[in-house]
């Protein structure tokens, strides 16, 4: 194998990614070139010089992160309102309060933007009013 | 019995038990930490990005299939969002900053021509300034290789892209930094 295409292989070499016969060729050319000896050697040495390993992981530490992480997850995305009503009322009075929220609600809005659970409450037509659907059209 | 699986886990954060979920964040928290740390040098940093990233998890559990492991979809947003994080800074950077010191290169040259073992180069900022060198795809898969030993294949997946992609990647990251290095020693050897 040429020099050149060494030179090419050489980190994919060092990594152990190539297959037997390039290894063997690289090996060969690697032992009798000095250039692509050092340069093997310096890729080997490349990661513990520009890396620092990692910590052990404290228990304490990680138990802090688990509790900021969670402390945003919490926070994220849910409103407090919505967060209460899936939790501490009950279906079918999550239902009830729906069917009231909509009833009060729908007549004054533009039923065209409505998305079509929400419709399907107003009109009389749904199965069952969905309460997902008031919390998405309410402001 | 023993220890739910994390895709168990999964399944229930996803159903919004959050108990289960920061079971996930406990127990993947050291590998996702030092992931961003390794990628982004600076700790404060590195808590904020793998804070995000177990957010982003959280928000996208509901498309989790468990097709792949639990460990493995969240490594993949974790080098999504690392590589968000070094694009964004990589925009920012000024051009003088591309000029590389000459201290730098000079202290990399000697750290890899030594003969005793090699061990990180105490000035951080030395090795910061390097790897800032290199595109943020560069850097990350050297990163992958280098602190967490994925071959290439799992560098493919946690990356999102080929093989090629990543011999490609660990090639010019690699030249890039033994030619800085070279540089500097070639001056000195004559
Ligand atoms: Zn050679």
Partial sequence: MKHEEVRTLLGEWVDGELGAAEAAAVSAHAASCADCGADAARLRRLGAVLFRAAAPADPRATEAFVARVMGRVEADAVSPWERFAGRWLAPGFALALAGLVAAVWLPSADRFDLPLDAQLVADGRGALPSYEGVFEVAP | ?190
């Avoid at chain 2, 990399?108 to 800032?132: I, M, N, Q, V, Y």
């Avoid at chain 2, 290439?152 to 992609?165: T, V």
Wanted: charged share 35%.
């Fill in chain 2, 1 to 190: 019995m023993g220890e739910p699986r994390d895709e168990d886990l999964a399944r229930r954060a996803a159903g919004g038990d959050d108990a289960a979920f920061a079971e996930l964040v406990r127990r993947h928290a050291p590998r996702v930490r030092a992931l961003c740390e390794a990628t982004l040098g600076g700790p404060a940093e590195a808590d904020d990005a793998a804070q995000e990233t177990f957010l982003k998890a959280h928000r996208s559990l509901g498309r989790f299939d468990g097709r792949s492991a639990f460990a493995t979809w969240l490594h993949r947003i974790a080098v999504n969002h690392c590589l968000d994080v070094l694009r964004a800074a990589s925009r920012r950077r000024s051009e003088s900053l591309d000029a590389l010191l000459e201290a730098d290169g000079a202290a990399l040259g000697l750290a890899l021509s030594e003969e005793s073992p090699a061990k990180a180069l105490e000035a951080r900022d030395t090795a910061e300034r390097l790897l800032a060198r290199l595109n943020p795809e560069q850097r990350l898969a050297l990163t992958l290789r280098e602190t967490e030993g994925l071959s290439y294949e799992e560098i493919a997946d946690a990356m999102s892209c080929s093989l090629d992609s990543v011999k490609a990647r660990l090639r010019r990251a690699r030249a890039e930094l033994l030619e800085a290095a070279r540089h500097f020693s070639d001056v000195r050897d004559v």
